[in-house]
Structure formats: C-alpha cells, structure tokens
C-alpha cells in the first residue's frame, strides 16, 4: 500500500508564490516519476510538471518559466514552486507518483494519485 500526502496550497495574490510538497510513503521500491496535475472548474485535468528519476524537469506551455518541480529522494518527495502566479493558475493540484511498489514477496508497478490541494489565486 502507497500513499502520497500533499500540503501546501491555499489563497495567494496574483503575483505571489507557494511551494507544493508531496510526499510518498509505504512499500515504495522505487518511483521512476512523479508529476503534478492541475483541474480547474469547467476544464480537462492537465498536466503542469513532471520529473524523471534521473531529475530531468518538464514543464506544461501555461506554467514554463514560472514554476519549477523537484525531488528529495531520501524522502521520496516532489515540490511544486509556483511563482508570478495568476488567476488562471487556480485550481486543485494532484501529485502523482509512477512507481514500483514491493510488497515483500512481489514487485508491482503502478500509478497513485494524492487527495489533491486547493490552490486559488485572487485579489
């Protein structure tokens, strides 16, 4: 059993900054990737970012240049810094973590998503 525990969200100005944190615990052998989605009121869940286990970043066209993933492997965490941030930013942000779970007696690869965090930006 995998769980990942995300904290960070909340109500931000435009302009202003937060740091998403997500952090996977239980029977994780390795995470190969992990990413963090967004949805919006009305809209398709879309990919923002996303990081290989070799550390290598990727970005959605809508938040290039303004946010910035990372990882903490020891801790099997991903961050989120969201900078300059804008009313279309708002939305609930999901992490998640493509990963080999062991269980002691087989390995199983898969796919887990966090409860997701509310992330609104307004004046």
């Known amino acids: 059993q995998v769980q990942l525990v995300e904290s960070g969200g909340g109500l931000v100005q435009p302009g202003g900054s937060l740091r998403l944190s997500c952090a996977a615990s239980g029977s994780i052998f390795s995470i190969y990737v992990m990413s963090w989605y967004r949805q919006a009121p009305g809209k398709q869940r879309e990919l923002v970012a996303t990081?290989?286990?070799?550390?290598?970043?990727s970005y959605g066209d809508s938040v290039k240049g303004r946010f910035t993933i990372s990882r903490d492997y020891d801790k099997n965490t991903v961050y989120l810094q969201m900078n300059r941030l804008k009313p279309e930013d708002t939305a609930v942000y999901f992490c998640?973590?493509?990963?080999?779970?062991?269980?002691?007696?087989?390995?199983?690869?898969?796919?887990?998503w966090g409860q997701g965090t509310q992330v609104t930006v307004s004046a």
């Open positions: 998640n973590a493509d990963l080999v779970e062991y269980s002691g007696t087989v390995y199983r690869r898969n796919d887990y």
């Open positions: 990081i290989t286990s070799g550390a290598n970043p």
